[in-house]
Structure formats: C-alpha cells, structure tokens
C-alpha cells in the first residue's frame, strides 16, 4: 500500500514546475521592473539545483525523456512563439519594413553562420561540416529568449518599439530560415555526390521547406481568419473558444508543417502573419492576457527542464570529443558572443532604415540571445545523422574512432547546450548591466534613488516622433 503512495516522475513535475511558476509570479513585477530579470536564467537555476547533478530531484532522463520527446517539446515552445510573433507585430509591419528584416535574414544571418563555424573549426579541430552546422544551430535569434528578454517591463519601455518589433521578427523568421544553412552541412556528410547534395539542398530544403513552408503558413492564417470572421460575426462561438483559437492555430500550424515535411518553424509564423495581418484579432484581443500565460508555462518549464538536463561530464574531453573541454567551451563562448553579429551589424547600420544610431546598433547586435531555437536544431542535426530508429542515443557505445558522420552526433550537443546556457546568463542579465551602466554614467542629480525607478529612454537612441516608427502600438488599432 505504501509503495503505491510513493511520487511517481509526473508527480515531481507538477509539484516543482508549479512552485516555480508561484514563486515567479508572486514577485514577477518586482523581479522584471526592480531587479531587471527575467524568467529563463532564473528558470534555468532552478532547474540545475533540482537537477541530477545537485539535489537530484528533477531528473528528466531518468523519468523516460529521451532526446525524441525533448525535441517534440522544443519544437512546439518554438513553432508557438513564432506563432505569436506574427499575432503581435503591428499590422502590415513588412510591408513598411521588409528591407531591415531581409538585411538580418540575409547577410548578417550568413556572416554569423560562417564567422560562427570559423571559431568551431578551429576550436574544437573538427571537420568543417561538423562546424558548419554548430554554426546553423547558433546562427538565429532565438525568439523564445528575445521575448523574455524584451516583454513588457520598465525595462523594455525604455527601448524604441520600433527596435523590438524587428527583433522579434528577424527572431521569429530566422529559425525557419536556419534550415537551409543547418542542411549545408548534414547534406555534405550524408551524400558523397555533390549533384546529388546540391539537388537535395535546393529542391527539399529550400523550395519545400521554406519557400513552400511560408507559403502554406500565410493560406492556413489567412483562411482561419475568415473562419473565426465568420463563426464570430454569426455568434457560433463562444468568448473562451474565440481566445484559445491562438493557440490552436498555432499547433496546428506546427503540425501541418511536420505532417508535411516542410519547415513548421515558417509554417508557423507564415500562419500568424496570415492570421493577424489586418489587425482584428489582434483588437478583439488586445485586454486578453492569454499569450503571456502561454509564454510563461511554456518558455519557464522548457528552461527549467534544460537546466536539469545540461550535459555537465560532457564539457570535459573524451575519446570520442577529445578537443571539447571546458577551456575551449568557455573561449568558443566569448567568441561567438562577441564577434557574432555586433561588427556586422555595426559596419552594415548605413544600410539598415530601422537601425538609426550607432548606439542602437551596438544594442540590437548584442541582444541576438541563443536558446531553444538552438537546441532544435542540435537535436535536428542528431537526428538526420543518427542510424537507426532515428532518436539519438545519450552517449556513444563504441571505443573505436568516429567517422566524419559520427562525429557531430556527438559534439553539436555539448558545444550548443553550452553556449545556449552562457547565453541565457548573458543576455538574461544584460538588462541589468545596461541599467546600471546607464545610472553610474549618469550624473549624482540625474539618477533614479533606485535601479528599478530608472524610466528615461536609453540615451543615444532615435526616440522620435511614433517611436521612431510609423506603425500603430498595438497591431489591431485602426491607424495606418
């Protein structure tokens, strides 16, 4: 009788995961607009001192969760942020803005793919395959942590909307367009024929996978706003069924482009973009604070799970990754966050109608933050490359030396989850370091008594007339 009362994994899971959330929202304002943080490093924390590792409380391994299912959870958080980014940006944003989002999504997402895999090849004296797709993973804005990071705060109200709406488009659109850069290098391990690579490359991964992917997208939101038009105007359906529509459209989304082979990061925000592209969802919506909910269940116990999951004894070298320790991990970090895309987007910000200062440009090449978008595609990578069943196996069963395919089976990971967890610190407290950089500076008369009290706009930032922007602030107002 007594071994039936014992907490089984799902137990422990819904007891720590709604401690979390409870402890987060009771002090969420206090912690976002005094202490300048935001969930994901503090989710993160937890979850390595409930991990195996420290008081071996949250073990998502040992409970059954492979990297399978890991990856199904990611692709979901992901698939349903890129979802709600196309809901949120101002109506008709990239028809007044497509030229700033096409010069992130074209070459300064390329410059941080290949400057990316030059640090990789030579810090871990991989192949270059291999470091061409740790550069694909590490390449995009994660849209996961850029909205943490940016949402609604004293903080963020001191940053021009008009540089966190790019943000969160470049960031929503970029992990669906990472597909054709990761593929580069899986389609040089798997095919010995270059006609036969580059047939692949092109015909799946560009044509089907994003071109047809966001074009699939834009019909499915399109044609479910004239549903939910239709059902809401004839009074078919009801006020909780109009608003939890968001976030089936959104799965859906997700698994018509997985259904289909196709890019369902794209599809996804292809759908919200169609959905929303008029404002009236948007409008009828605009009080509804059930996105927010969304985000945080989703995005905190996705970054509680990877702190427990983070692989510590693979940051140390071994047969298999003899170049991947500790010290390589933490200058290959310094690296990719440094060099990534701050000169880019600093030598390119003449050419960038959104970005209008230098300062601005310094801000905006900075926060380009990696996270589940990144662990995605490791997991991708893993297994497009992994033999078998597909689902790849925790650590490698052989002694002998690896092969140019087998090798990345094994290094993307660690290289990813590192960098991904040096980010969530970095970027997760970049909040603070702006704040407190921006208060010492300031003189004794000027400053806020207290961090938090700082409501000034960033100094040396385009803070002009409509925020520096010509869209509405919510999408479904009626202004142009």
Request: proline share 7%.
């Amino acid at each position: 009788m007594w071994s039936q009362l014992e907490p089984t994994a799902p137990h422990v899971a819904y007891l720590t995961l709604s401690m979390f959330l409870i402890i987060y929202a009771l002090f969420s304002l206090f912690i976002r607009n005094v202490l300048h943080l935001s969930e994901p490093p503090l989710a993160v924390l937890y979850g390595i001192i409930l991990g195996p590792n420290v008081l071996n409380i949250v073990t998502p391994r040992q409970w059954g969760m492979n990297d399978q299912i890991l990856q199904e959870v990611t692709r979901i958080i992901v698939g349903v942020q890129c979802f709600a980014v196309g809901i949120e940006l101002p109506k008709h944003y990239f028809r007044r803005h497509w030229p700033s989002v096409l010069y992130f999504l074209g070459p300064i997402m390329t410059f941080s793919w290949a400057i990316t895999a030059f640090f990789a090849y030579f810090s871990f004296q991989t192949n270059l395959p291999t470091a061409l797709i740790i550069g694909a993973c590490l390449a995009p804005t994660d849209p996961v942590l850029a909205a943490s990071v940016l949402s609604k705060s004293r903080f963020s109200q001191r940053v021009p909307k008009r540089l966190k709406h790019l943000l969160s488009a470049e960031s929503a659109c970029n992990d669906g367009i990472s597909f054709p850069f990761l593929y580069i290098g899986l389609c040089a391990l798997k095919y010995s024929s270059t006609d036969e690579a580059v047939k692949e490359w092109i015909l799946i991964t560009v044509l089907w996978q994003c071109v047809f992917g966001i074009t699939l997208g834009l019909i499915i939101g399109n044609c479910a706003n004239r549903l939910l038009r239709f059902s809401d105007q004839r009074g078919y359906i009801t006020r909780p069924s109009f608003v939890v529509f968001y976030l089936l459209l959104a799965i859906l989304s997700v698994g018509v482009g997985s259904f289909l082979g196709s890019d369902d990061f794209l599809v996804a925000f292809g759908a919200g973009i169609g959905f929303a592209h008029d404002g009236w969802f948007a409008k009828k919506t605009k009080e509804l604070p059930f996105p927010t909910i969304i985000d945080l269940v989703l995005n905190s116990t996705m970054f509680v799970f990877f702190g427990s999951i983070i692989p510590w004894k693979k940051f140390l070298p071994s047969h298999v990754t003899p170049n991947c320790g500790i010290w390589q991990l933490a200058l290959f970090l310094i690296l990719v966050l440094i060099f990534r895309r701050i000169p880019v987007v600093l030598a390119m910000k003449r050419f960038i109608p959104d970005i209008r200062t230098y300062r601005e440009a310094l801000f905006y090449g900075h926060f380009g933050p990696m996270g589940v978008g990144a662990l995605f595609l490791a997991m991708e990578a893993k297994v497009e490359l992994e033999p078998g069943d597909g689902v790849p196996s925790p650590r490698p069963e052989h002694k002998h030396p690896l092969g140019s395919k087998d090798k990345p089976i094994y290094l993307v990971w660690p290289v990813i989850c590192f960098v991904v967890l040096g980010s969530t610190i970095v970027h997760g407290l970049s909040t603070v370091a702006i704040s407190l950089g921006g208060s010492i500076a300031r003189k004794s008369g000027e400053r806020a008594p207290l961090l938090g009290q700082e409501t000034d706009a960033l100094e040396h930032m385009d803070h002009g007339v409509g925020d520096g922007g010509s869209e509405p602030d919510v999408s479904g107002t009626d202004e142009d």
